[in-house]
Each structure stands twice: as structure tokens, then as C-alpha cells.
T-cell receptor
Framework: DTEVTQTPKHLVMGMTNKKSLKCEQH?????MYWYKQKAKKPPELMFV???????INESVPSRFSPECPNSSLLNLHLHALQPEDSALYLC??????????????FGPGTRLTVT | RKEVEQDPGPFNVPEGATVAFNCTYS??????FFWYRQDCRKEPKLLMS???SGNEDGRFTAQLNRASQYISLLIRDSKLSDSATYLC???????????FGSGTRLSIRP
């Protein structure tokens, strides 16, 4: 089972709202990732969690706050977003984040619109 | 120079044709290489990893040229369902960080 699930599929939020994106995998993977993808662009890495610890933060603004409650779950808390943050937010997982990058499996994404 | 570069296309080829894409990378220390495909408004899906000796999966063949720092993807007997954006992926300065190329759009016509 190579499934990564994400909820919600779509989210519309105002600039003063607080919302959370959720991601779950049951493949026993120990690395999880958040990406942001704008239209016609490749995914851009935001955060990497390895063994439930944040290992990479790609200088993401603090209005995005990741959380990894356990090895299967990854959240992205959103607060005071800007319209330019509207994008597809993708979660991915891999066996581990080690010396050689492992294949990553992506969830279907959350399409976020900030009004 | 971008870390990973691809020809954006679009490649528009007839069904049954053979098509090839190249992707160059700048970090000579990169160890992991992948091809993903992404359909419109969907998530990227792993197509195949690329191994040093080259590897094949059905109609798809991937090659790695470390000396010239590029990887390639060959699709034989292309099908309509092969229409997608193909993303070249290479691990960056940190092994846990992978870098996506900008993608090559492929359109197969009947």
C-alpha cells in the first residue's frame, strides 16, 4: 500500500483565519515532507521531518507551522496567510531521509485558496 | 546555473513514436535520481528510479551519465496515456532534500 492521504482536498480561507492541513501515511516511512506547488511550476520543498524531528526548514515564513505528532501523521498549521500563498500543498513520505534520498510518495494534495 | 535543468517542451509526438528527454544536474555529488510524472492537477507519481547501469521498465528506459551529469528517459511505442509532465528529480546538497526540474510537457496525439 503506497498511499499517502491528505485532508482537506480543497480549502478556502481568509487572511485572518487559522486552519490546518493534515497528512497521513501507513507505509512505515520515517521521513515526511511538505511541498508547495504553484501552477505550471515544480514542487518546492518547504519542510522535512525525519524520525518525527524537523530536519529541514527551507526558510519558510512563520505563518506556516509544521507539526509531526507521530510517525504516521504530519500537519501544517496555517495562520495569517497572504493571497500569494494560494497553491497546491503536497505531502510526501519516504523510507528515511538518509545518505541517499529514497523514493518519495506523494499525497493528492490540498488546493488552498487565500482570499 | 539551476541545480536541475530540463527542456520544458512541449513535445508533441504521434502515438507509437519514441521520445526521449534529458535532464542535467549541477551537483556532482548527487547520488539519487528519479523520474516522476505529473498529470494535470494531480500529484507527482514516481515513474522510476535511475540506476548507474541504466534500467528499463516496460516501454520506459532510464539512463545515467555521471561524467556529463545528465539523466535521460526514453519512452518507446508511446501511448495517449503517456501525455503528462515528466519531472526529473535529483538529490541536492543534503541527501534528504530532492530537487525537481521544471518538468517537460509531453503530449501524444492520435
Amino acid at each position: 500500500d503506497t498511499e499517502v492521504t491528505q485532508t482537506p482536498k480543497h480549502l478556502v480561507m481568509g487572511m485572518t483565519n487559522k486552519k490546518s492541513l493534515k497528512c497521513e501515511q501507513h507505509m512505515g516511512h520515517r521521513a515526511m515532507y511538505w511541498y508547495k506547488q504553484k501552477a505550471k511550476k515544480p514542487p518546492e520543498l518547504m519542510f522535512v521531518y525525519s524520525y518525527e524531528k524537523l530536519s529541514i526548514n527551507e526558510s519558510v515564513p512563520s505563518r506556516f507551522s509544521p507539526e509531526c505528532p507521530n510517525s504516521s501523521l504530519l500537519n501544517l498549521h496555517l495562520h495569517a496567510l497572504q493571497p500569494e500563498d494560494s497553491a497546491l500543498y503536497l505531502c510526501a513520505s519516504s523510507q528515511a531521509a538518509s545518505r541517499a534520498a529514497h523514493e518519495q510518495y506523494f499525497g493528492p494534495g490540498t488546493r488552498l485558496t487565500v482570499t | 546555473r539551476k541545480e536541475v535543468e530540463q527542456d520544458p517542451g512541449p513535445f508533441n509526438v504521434p502515438e507509437g513514436a519514441t521520445v526521449a528527454f534529458n535532464c542535467t544536474y549541477s551537483n556532482s555529488a548527487s547520488q539519487s535520481f528519479f523520474w516522476y510524472r505529473q498529470d494535470c492537477r494531480k500529484e507527482p507519481k514516481l515513474l522510476m528510479s535511475v540506476y548507474s547501469s541504466g534500467n528499463e521498465d516496460g516501454r520506459f528506459t532510464a539512463q545515467l551519465n555521471r561524467a556529463s551529469q545528465y539523466i535521460s528517459l526514453l519512452i518507446r511505442d508511446s501511448k495517449l496515456s503517456d501525455s503528462a509532465t515528466y519531472l526529473c528529480v535529483v538529490n541536492g546538497s543534503s541527501a534528504s532534500k530532492i530537487i525537481f526540474g521544471s518538468g517537460t510537457r509531453l503530449s501524444i496525439r492520435p
